[in-house]
């Protein structure tokens, strides 16, 4: 109860806020929604809080007022390392008659915590100001909880039934363990086995400095995060008395070596096509180099000319790099140990297995261990289903009133698609956010979304969900 005065208490002030600042007339889904985005920031959501279950209570609530029996809404408890958390599953049964199997569509209800004091504003109101929405989480990814649960009581609201089972899995610790996330994905293998899965926490459109739509980014693939501590020990001793071996001499040649490796450039049919289409709109010898990668992958010169850009690297090849650094235990002491943090985003298919081998190999040194820090979620490249890439079209061109183009994206790694994936199923995120990349503060200070791209994409879902469930 304590919880739901919060809320409303919030919601009167947001409200007061929202009316002020928006010459928008609003339509009563956009409202609806605006109204559900607005709450849901106001919960703090982020792991040590414990304001999970009255998030999910809220939206329980909404959905059930909107007609969804109480047996399609699943909430589940999760302890995520000692954190209590919960997940989400929604499930709007279809007539069957379609045939087909259920559609999955993914979003996380937790965020990544955020400091009052810190932000310019209070992180957990949502504000509008300046063309903006700023909170937590209006990006990454409460934008996405909202419009696809808005997406669900609309279409319920109007009579729709689909023709296939439609399904929402909200996980609860996407940003930390991903303990909601494994076990969901099991459960959907188990008990839904869908034709694919939908994910609304990346992709999304691409805007121009102006705000004119770039393209649509439409991922398909994840690469493995993974950390490696190299380690190199030695017996020790007095500093004044030397020995030929040394932990910190050992490890900085370990290092040394793998700052020079390169590792193999791996392109597929997903790169190639992000490079050509990269490539068009990135001017000079960059683009110029992402183009002819694309028609020959390999072409030694454009390797090294994307291979020199930060931001495109990890597109190209597997990488790794030293990130931490730990070694020695008195000035007057020869050090009996020394370790550093390698960090790896793995290229899917390579394996993590076989990185820790190269690793070995170009060390050269069986006196230091390569070990792996923790568990990591290999996951295979999704290809794009035709039948969603029809109701993507159809999205963008009443979006924008014309084809925008989409570009297939692999990201460095962290969604909750990854799991999907690992379990064999197609996952696509096509989220409806647009942004331009300086207004992405996601995980950030002062996270926001303009107003317009919030308003122009509430249609998305249900345009993706009438074509791929309806008629
Ligand atoms: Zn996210």
């Known amino acids: 109860m304590k919880a739901f005065l919060l809320a409303g208490a919030l919601t009167i ?46 939206l329980t609530d909404r959905l059930a007022e909107a007609g969804f029996p109480d047996q399609d809404l699943m909430v589940t408890d999760y302890d995520s390392d000692g954190d209590a958390t919960q997940g989400l599953i929604v499930r709007y049964r279809g007539d069957g008659s379609s045939g087909e199997k259920p559609i999955v569509m993914l979003a996380h209800m937790d965020v990544v915590d955020a400091l009052p004091e810190d932000w310019e504003r209070d992180p957990f109101t949502l504000v509008e100001e300046g063309g903006y929405f700023f909170g937590r989480g209006t990006q990454d990814n409460k934008y996405g909880v909202a419009n696809l649960t808005g997406t669900f009581i609309r279409l319920k609201k109007e009579g729709w039934t689909p023709r296939r089972d439609l399904y929402l899995v909200f996980s609860g610790d996407e940003e930390t363990g991903m303990v909601s996330t494994r076990a969901q994905a099991k459960w959907v293998a188990d008990n839904v086995d869908p ?80 490079f050509a289409a990269m490539g068009e709109s990135i001017p000079g010898e960059l683009g110029a180099a992402m183009r002819a990668f694309a028609a020959d992958p390999s072409d030694a010169d454009a390797i090294d000319t994307i291979s020199a850009n930060p931001g495109f690297v990890g597109t190209l090849r597997t990488t790794c790099v030293a990130t931490m650094l730990k070694a020695g235990h008195a000035e007057n002491a020869l050090p009996q140990s020394a370790s550093a943090a390698v960090n790896c985003r793995v290229f899917p298919g390579e394996g993590v297995e076989s990185v820790k081998e190269t690793l070995e190999t170009i060390i050269g040194n069986e006196a230091i261990a390569v070990s792996q820090r923790s568990e990591a979620t290999e996951s295979p490249m999704s290809s794009l289903p035709d039948e969603v890439e029809a109701a993507l079209a ?10 925008i183009p989409m570009i297939p994206t692999m990201s460095s790694g962290g969604t909750d698609g990854m799991h999907y994936r690992a379990l064999g199923y197609e996952t696509v995120a096509i989220g409806a956010g647009a942004s331009r990349p300086q207004d992405i503060y996601a995980h950030g200070l002062n996270e926001r979304m303009r107003v317009d791209a919030f308003y122009d994409g509430l249609d998305h879902w249900s345009i993706v969900l009438k074509e791929l469930a309806g008629r």
């Open 394 to 403: 159809k999205s963008l061109t009443a979006r924008f009133g014309k084809p």
């Open 195 to 274: 034709a694919y899965v939908l994910n609304s926490d990346a992709g999304g459109i691409g805007l121009a400095d102006d705000y004119s739509p770039l393209a649509q980014q439409v991922q398909l693939a994840e690469k493995t995060y993974v950390t490696f501590d190299i380690t190199a020990t030695n017996p020790g001793g007095h500093s004044s008395r030397p020995r030929s071996d040394n932990a910190i001499y050992d490890l900085a040649a370990a290092l040394t070596r793998i700052s020079q490796h390169r590792f193999p450039v791996r392109e597929s049919a997903l790169t190639r096509s992000y």
């Open 13 to 58: 002030s947001g409200q007061a806020a929202a009316s002020e600042a928006s010459p928008r007339d609003l339509t009563e889904h956009e409202q609806r929604v605006h109204d559900i985005y607005r709450d849901i920031i106001a919960f703090r959501t982020a792991s040590g809080h414990g304001q999970m279950d009255e998030m999910v209570t809220y």
